[in-house]
């Protein structure tokens, strides 16, 4: 059959076949390509047509927008360098306001750096918004101007330029202001917290130093267990006064404790150095409650024949509310708020202030040494001992010191501008103001001579009366005794020689060991007792030494261990 085809159209066949099947085949192609072309116009008008439905006009138009700009950035080649340079620009605006503001936080407002880096950000901002440079900004399809982007570079450029150069000068000033800076901000925060930890160290200090140690605790539980237990042994009732108790030819010391054990070491120091022990008399007074105590251990052992006295404060009938100040403070009602209601306008961070909240000041065995010419009236001289010291020496000898007529004999603590009477009282107070000398020195209680002759001449116990009660509110001075004293022997003291009291081995570590070997009388005053597991080390033989512990009370007490 294709032979008779052949046959019958000839070689002009042939031609016509072989036109015929390529068009064909190029038709083949091309259909599916129409196809395709309507079927995306017809969805892309369909997707619009949609959203035009809804109300969204708006967002045809971003969506319309995008797809141009998408077009332009295709088929325009200077859009991506467009973009390279407006990052650049956008890069070194970030980091002038960065460093701007690093200034700023280095308090250097005032400095050329904060306006520099500021006017820095502020010329790209403006940069950006120049009228002429609008166009490249524009988000039609349009091509960019290659004339403007090259301006644009160019001037982009010159800024970056300048911001690196005054960036690489600013860095190390700045690197090193905010290392400053940042150092600065430690150690205040360290100096907060040292401040902190410094209050509450001698808080916790002060805690410990008023604490009753166990073994102190036992030691006067079994003495009081001995007392009930043998009652005629150690009581003085019905007793006659022995004659050395009111012999002014003797030695007489005025010894007023609560402290078992520290004031047997002062009466064992001051018999063990005295020469004559025998002619030494020494008045312990304690209070009701370790008056027992107290007998007790006086009685245990002979104290090389010195003579000793011990009472309670309740025996002297006329220490009443009635007479003393002191008594007569603690029964108002709010002086006894202020020491024992645990309320929030009484509490206190301020360790210095808790000291002062403690009613140990207003105790009256504190305040008993501004009452010797009445308790002893019989004598003419006495030396007033805190329980806190140790005798080191034999103390005879200030007996016989011309007083030259004054009341107090005692070592004066002043050096430079420390320890004058301005620290001890309100001078903003026109009373103080008018009658004291704010430079005037400072003495210290610990070992004072009194002159009992002296002190009723200058009606001492009557001026301390009228101080003590002008302070009831506490606007003359902090409390204590040593204040009053102040005020009371304020033109009748005089000063003894320092190597007759050191003082500070409570506080001071630095006291030299010469200086201690020197003195006749060694005082343990501020928190760390020697008493105390606190206390200081190099410092606490001094003490450890007069203490019996050969006692049977002591060693079932466990006492220095």
């Not at 860095?171 to 400053?180: A, F, G, H, T």
């Not at 007074?285 to 309670?312: C, P, R, S, W």
């Not at 004072?448 to 009606?459: G, H, M, P, T």
């Not at 003894?496 to 409570?506: E, F, M, N, T």
Request: hydrophobic letters at 40%; a positive charge; one cysteine or more.
């Amino acid at each position: 059959m294709v032979y008779s085809l052949t046959a019958r159209f000839g070689t002009g066949g042939n031609k016509s076949f072989g036109f015929s099947f390529r068009v064909l085949v190029s038709a083949t192609f091309i259909a599916p390509c129409i196809f395709f072309t309507f079927s995306f116009l017809f969805t892309s008008h369909s997707y619009f047509t949609d959203h035009h439905d809804i109300g969204s006009d708006s967002g045809a138009h971003e969506f319309e927008s995008i797809r141009r700009s998408m077009l332009a950035l295709k088929t325009d080649p200077l859009k991506p360098r467009f973009n390279r340079i407006l990052k650049q620009t956008e890069d070194l605006r970030s980091l002038a306001l960065v460093y701007a503001s690093y200034a700023r936080k280095l308090k250097l407002e005032s400095s050329k750096l904060v306006r520099v880096f500021t006017e820095l950000s502020m010329n790209f901002s403006e940069l950006i918004i120049r009228p002429q440079y609008r166009t490249l900004f524009s988000s039609d399809a349009s091509p960019v101007n290659e004339s403007v982007l090259r301006q644009l570079e160019k001037e982009v450029k010159e800024r970056i330029k300048v911001s690196h150069q005054v960036i690489g000068k600013a860095k190390e000033s700045l690197d090193n202001q905010l290392k400053i800076q940042k150092l600065k901000d430690t150690i205040f925060a360290v100096n907060e917290q040292l401040t902190k930890e410094k209050k509450q160290g001698a808080f916790s200090s002060l805690i410990a130093a008023k604490s009753i140690p166990k073994s102190l605790h036992c030691l006067a539980m079994r003495l009081m267990e001995e007392r009930i237990a043998h009652p005629e042994k150690y009581s003085d009732e019905g007793k006659p006064t022995p004659p050395e108790f009111e012999d002014p030819n003797l030695h007489h010391y005025a010894i007023f404790s609560d402290n078992v054990i520290a004031a047997s070491v002062v009466v064992n120091s001051a018999t063990k150095n005295a020469k004559e022990p025998w002619k030494h008399v020494f008045h312990v007074v304690t209070d009701k409650l370790n008056l027992g105590a107290m007998q007790v251990m006086f009685k245990l052992k002979d104290y090389n024949g010195a003579h000793i006295e011990v009472k309670a404060v309740e025996d002297y009938k006329f220490l009443n509310s009635s007479y003393v100040p002191v008594l007569r403070q603690l029964e108002s009602a709010k002086l006894q708020r202020f020491y024992f209601e645990n309320k929030l306008e009484n509490a206190t961070k301020d360790a210095t202030n808790m000291k002062f909240r403690n009613p140990k000041y207003l105790s009256i065995l504190n305040h008993l040494r501004f009452y010797l010419p009445e308790m002893y009236p019989k004598l003419h001289r006495i030396l007033f001992l805190d329980d806190d010291i140790v005798v080191q020496k034999d103390l005879t000898g200030l007996w016989k010191i011309d007083m030259d007529g004054k009341v107090n004999g005692a070592v004066e603590t002043c050096f430079g501008s420390f320890h004058r009477y301005a620290q001890y009282m309100n001078f903003s107070h026109p009373l103080i103001k008018a009658k004291f000398n704010p430079k005037a020195c400072a003495w210290a209680y610990g070992m004072n001579f009194f002159d009992l002759d002296a002190w009723r001449r200058e009606k001492c116990t009557e001026e301390y009366h009228y101080w003590q009660n002008l302070n009831e509110n506490r606007t003359l001075w902090k409390l204590g005794t040593l204040p009053p004293g102040l005020f009371t022997y304020y033109s009748t003291t005089k000063p003894l020689d320092k190597s007759w009291h050191v003082l500070g081995l409570g506080y001071n570590p630095s006291i030299s060991m010469n200086e201690i070997r020197n003195a006749a009388v060694v005082h343990f005053n501020g928190n760390m007792k020697p008493w105390l597991d606190i206390a200081m080390s190099q410092f606490k033989p001094l003490w450890t030494k007069f203490v019996d512990y050969e006692l049977e009370f002591v060693q079932a007490c466990n006492f220095g261990i």
